[in-house]
């Protein structure tokens, strides 16, 4: 099975900053990675996919790189609306499909 | 708007079985996967398995022998069979679609909004 690996776990931020957020699988996945925001009570909401596509409707500020195993989600300019957990998710094995861990992004 | 919702017991007793469904609307539950994922109280996500709408299935192996999921396109609904639950089995459980475009292009764009499953007796 393929483990995704997410760093940091939290992270204190503030309102405007830049933030990135890691994520790293344990063999190679090319660009099947998708990453995710999760609000407290709420479902997961996709953010991006293939690595680096923005999902409809998602805010710019919203960024993703990376290919292999390595990979970034950015913030370019954090919003209030902002502050939540975000997953990595890794869609190259079947079975299994795996999530990160989850970063907690909390307002400094 | 595709809208997904989840149904069933909220409370299952230790060594039964849990049995939840999904329900699609605004669209069409055909040609496409359908996933169950599970998240414990304060913990991450957990994929639980998939079923396409022929009825082929894939399980995570750590819940392949107590997984069992079907699908009713007549109703735009598929569900999803858990046994023998145990308390390590309380969670928020998820029905998702899975998109799969090929080139890179495969994840999950709508989700339901969750139902808490409690393993207790």
């Known amino acids: 099975d393929i483990q995704m690996t997410q760093s940091p776990s939290s992270l204190s931020a503030s309102v405007g900053d830049r933030v990135t957020i890691t994520c790293r699988a344990s063999?190679?996945?090319?660009?099947?990675l998708n990453w995710y925001q999760q609000k407290p009570g709420k479902a997961p909401k996709l953010l991006i996919y293939?690595?680096?596509s923005l999902q409809s409707g998602v805010p710019s500020r919203f960024s993703g790189s990376g290919s292999g195993t390595d990979f970034t989600l950015t913030i370019s300019s954090l919003q209030p609306e902002d502050f939540a957990t975000y997953y990595c998710?890794?869609?190259?094995?079947?079975?299994?499909?795996?999530f990160g861990q989850g970063t907690k992004l909390e307002i400094k | 708007q595709v809208q997904l919702q989840e149904s069933g017991p909220g409370l299952v007793k230790p060594s039964e079985t849990l049995s939840l469904t999904c329900t699609v609307s605004?669209?069409?539950?055909?040609?496409?996967?359908w996933s169950w994922i599970r998240q414990p109280a304060g913990k991450g996500l957990e994929w639980i398995g998939r079923?396409?709408?022929?009825?082929?299935?894939n399980y995570n192996p750590s819940l392949k022998s107590r997984v069992t999921m079907s699908v009713d396109t007549s109703k735009n609904q598929f569900s999803l069979k858990l046994s023998s639950v145990t308390a390590a089995d309380t969670a928020v459980y998820y029905c998702?679609?899975?998109?799969?475009?090929?080139?890179?292009?495969?994840?999950?764009?709508?989700w339901g909004q969750g139902t808490l499953v409690t393993v207790s007796s």
């Open positions: 063999q190679s996945i090319s660009s099947y």
């Open positions: 293939a690595a680096s």
């Open positions: 079923i396409y709408t022929s009825g082929s299935t």
């Open positions: 998702a679609r899975e998109l799969d475009y090929g080139d890179y292009e495969d994840y999950f764009d709508y």
């Open positions: 605004g669209g069409s539950i055909s040609s496409y996967y």
């Open positions: 998710q890794q869609s190259y094995s079947t079975p299994p499909y795996s």
